[in-house]
């Protein structure tokens, strides 16, 4: 790179507030780096044959961000797409924070990319002018060119030199989204082409040289450890135990090695005693208590309780729902080096400033003696947001300085230590007169998953997320208990969402059943007014042909949820066999219209809504986190479930788009499935699902 | 202990505990990683490779049962219908995060390869390999575009 020390300082202050470090390579990208390439700003690099790299700063785990944010610079920029690339950010600090969730990459860095999109093109244009000694206003860009009526045209490649020392422009102007060619196109994602030849990289896939493996055991049971450690031992030739946090690490010259031999190891666990008596009855029981208690007060409209005294008909229903793990197909793993004065890591993280605090933690080290190198994630849902497994890797790197280690957890371990989707019951009180709803009370309780990083929360936020009914009903009143039961909860795609729409949804049903109406029209009753919530509702009715089910025997049910910004309803065409005893229910085929305001890449969006269709269909039929013992009962895709292709149905999406806002995507298709399959049932059945998972609540 | 294998073409001695399963060889000894580990236990797929064109989970696949078979990676993948499959797989944008499309793309080829006209049944029997992100329609679609290019 040809930027000196004064010019980088020049741009540190000046880019849009941002300060600068140098932008590093990534392992991947060090084979494609250009013999001359410069920089504007931390985000973008063009070369000299104007091949575009933009710098992404979300962690790629599907949702195909690699793509989408390149997109938008790329149309401010007026760039030729076919020369866009992306890069992995690769340092920290001076992008903003590093997390990647809720949905919001795309509501969160729009106006950013475009900002930087058209201050690139500005700088370039305006290079230009300089060298042709023109007015700017003369100039034309477009393709990755600029053009002069009778000067000629210049290709960005020619003009990134001089454009890089010019004064950076404060307030660049933003094409009208009438002139987009990129954004709202669904361009050939970016990534795909190395998932099919099989080159991308996962963690797991980095070579370091003189790297050594690690396999890694936990206690079982929650809150315990290792009570033996000192007796065991290994034959140094077939590999190295290593002490750590609640468990046992064995590294080796292989991943397979490292397993066999911490298998040999006569491991004794202990625990808190009291652990042994934490099994699901007892976790139930805690919510039951948990729902009758008042808890924290986070709605209230009207007078609840005058409406529940003075209803002709009040009808209750309670609803549960179980631990849930995250599963993703690569497990959680990290390759850590550490010496006295360094740590080195790369990690499929969805948080690499978390790594770093991790790292920093254990060796004691400065942040600015920690290198991340943040790879493409083999799926995430929530679950490499959390640091546990870069803190195992950093206290085993640490054992043997110098020395790479790439630690991959078995299937076991993850499925037994994870972060789970809380376990959570909701109570709910309808009031009903002269044919109306008159009163809706709810409370939820469940394990509090910010009290991890906000001791004493309450309400949780995120326990309550989603559970404010989104219907014009005259008095409400929502309250949530935290509910503390022992086994650790942490961010499970759609988090509060993912129990509290199947609440929700579910009791609208069971109100609209106790009104005879339609529950379709009895949503859109009580959205009146929401025009663009009725015309989601309408749109997915279409969709579904809502009412006739294709499928002879069949039923449809339906939800909606106001989720990440965006408003959401889905349409389930189910049927149920009792008889099939593994798969009692069918999901013929599954509607979703999203009101997302804007579609940057339809393409994946319409992808992000299938696949949570079938990710939150997975847990609603047969996701349950089974404690007995105060451990984990599950242990692999046997026993934890995931379904396959054929236990799919197809799922049909349309986006609605034209708002003023944005909203987000990646996890707003997962809530409402459960609900809607659970719907369909009950119309079909009569009789409601109140326990998740629905397989075995129809089996019980 | 000793063993000569041929991936993608190319033989390969290794020097390696014969319960070694193939994966690991393929990943560690070969550094090929096209092929991931997922379960270890032969449920999840992404550790699918061909052998003598058969789809196989290496996870569980000793080094000492290879002998002078034919082993295929994503890597090496590069017949017809594979490259045919891998065109469709872009074509409908099935992937996401990718990890399990290296094994889903194996087992396709190897589908296709032998039954050029999949029914749906034939299809779902074939392609048992999971993907948590939930590509399976698009995987479906791959297959049926597939058929579609390898019959133009």
Known sequence: ?700 | MEFTLKVNGTSHTVDVNPEKPLLWVLREDLGLTGTKYGCGTAICGTCTVLIDEKPTASCVYDIQEVGNQKITTIEGLDSDVGETVKEAWLTEEVSQCGYCQPGQILSATHLLTNTPNPTDDDIDNAMTGLCRCGTYQRIRAGIKTAVKLIED
């Open chain 1, 1 to 700: 790179m040809n930027i000196t020390m004064k010019r980088r300082t020049f741009i540190k202050t000046t880019i849009l507030g941002l300060t600068g470090l140098t932008l590093g390579c990534t392992e991947q990208e060090s084979d494609s780096v250009p013999a001359v390439s410069h920089e504007l700003g931390l985000w973008l690099n063009i070369d000299e044959d104007s091949k575009i790299t933009v710098v992404v700063v979300r962690t790629e785990m599907g949702q195909g961000v690699t793509t989408s944010l390149p997109m938008i610079v790329a149309e401010e920029l007026e760039a030729n797409w076919e020369d866009v690339g992306f890069k992995v950010m690769a340092e920290l600090g001076d992008y903003g924070e590093s997390m990647t969730s809720g949905s919001r990459t795309i509501r969160e860095h729009y106006e950013k990319m475009r900002g930087i999109g058209a201050t690139a093109k500005e700088m370039l244009i305006q290079a230009a002018a300089n060298r042709w000694q023109v007015d700017p206003g003369t100039l034309t860009a477009e393709n990755s060119t600029v053009t002069h009526p009778s000067m000629g045209s210049l290709r960005y490649g020619e003009l990134v030199e001089e454009a890089a020392l010019l004064p950076v422009p404060e307030d660049p102007q933003l094409k009208d989204p009438s002139q987009f060619k990129i954004i709202g196109t669904s361009v050939p994602r970016l990534d795909s082409p190395e998932h099919i030849e099989g080159t991308s990289t996962f963690s797991t896939d980095i070579v370091v040289p003189d790297m050594l493996y690690a396999a890694v055991a936990q206690s079982p049971v929650f809150g315990g450890d290792v009570s033996n450690f000192d007796a065991l031992s290994l034959d140094p030739a077939v590999g190295t135990i290593v002490k750590i946090t609640s468990g046992i690490a064995v590294v080796a010259r292989s991943y397979w090695e490292a397993e066999k031999a911490l298998a040999s190891l006569d491991v004794e666990f202990e625990h808190p005693p009291e652990m042994e008596a934490l099994d699901n009855a007892a976790i139930t029981a805690q919510l039951e208590a948990g729902v009758e208690l008042e808890g924290a007060v986070f709605q209230a409209v009207g007078d609840v309780d005058e409406a529940l005294d003075n209803a002709d008909d009040t009808f209750t229903q309670t609803y549960e729902v179980p631990y849930l793990a995250h599963s993703p197909l690569e497990p959680p793993s990290c390759i850590a080096q550490v010496t006295s004065t360094s740590c080195e890591l790369w990690v499929a993280t969805q948080a690499a400033s978390y790594a770093l605090e991790a790292a920093v933690s254990v060796t004691g080290l400065d942040p600015s003696a920690v290198t991340i190198h943040s790879t493409l994630v083999g799926g995430a849902f929530g679950r490499k947001g959390e640091w546990d497994f870069v803190t195992l890797a950093v206290e085993i790197a640490k054992s043997m300085p110098g020395t790479p280690v790439n630690v991959i957890w078995s299937r076991k371990e993850d499925i037994q230590h994870d972060f789970y989707r809380p376990a959570f019951m909701a109570k709910f009180s309808g009031a009903i007169k002269d044919g109306q709803v008159t009163g809706w009370k709810g409370t939820n309780a469940g394990p509090s998953i910010m009290s991890r990083f906000m001791p004493g929360i309450s309400p949780d936020f995120m326990s309550t997320l989603n559970f404010k009914p989104p219907y014009g009903i005259p008095a409400i009143k929502s309250s949530s208990v935290n509910v503390d039961i022992g086994v650790p909860v942490g961010f499970w795609r759609s988090i509060g969402a993912s129990q509290n729409v199947f609440f929700i949804e579910s009791f609208v049903d069971a109100l609209a059943d106790q009104l005879d109406q339609d529950p379709l029209a009895f949503r859109k009753s009580l959205l009146a007014g929401n025009e663009r919530a009725v015309t989601v509702l309408e749109t997915v009715a279409d969709m579904a042909n809502w009412g006739a089910p294709g499928v002879s025997g069949a039923a449809h049910g339906v939800s909606f949820a106001d989720t990440n910004d965006s408003l959401v309803a889905q349409i389930a065409e189910v049927s149920v066999d009792k008889n099939n005893t593994e798969n009692p229910v069918t999901v013929h085929k599954v509607y979703c219209a999203i009101d997302c305001g804007l579609a940057v890449h339809p393409n994946t969006i319409k992808a992000q809504i299938e696949g949570a269709v079938i990710y939150g269909l997975t847990a609603a039929l047969v996701g349950q986190i089974d404690i007995e013992g105060g451990r984990v009962k599950q242990s692999n895709y046997h026993d934890y479930r995931a379904l396959t292709l054929k236990d799919s149905p197809d799922v049909e999406v349309e986006i609605i788009t034209g708002g003023t806002g944005i909203g987000g995507v990646g996890e707003s298709g997962v809530p409402l499935i459960a609900p809607a399959v659970a719907n369909a049932i009950f119309s079909l059945t009569g009789e409601q699902v109140t326990k998740l998972p629905i397989n075995r609540f129809l089996l019980s």
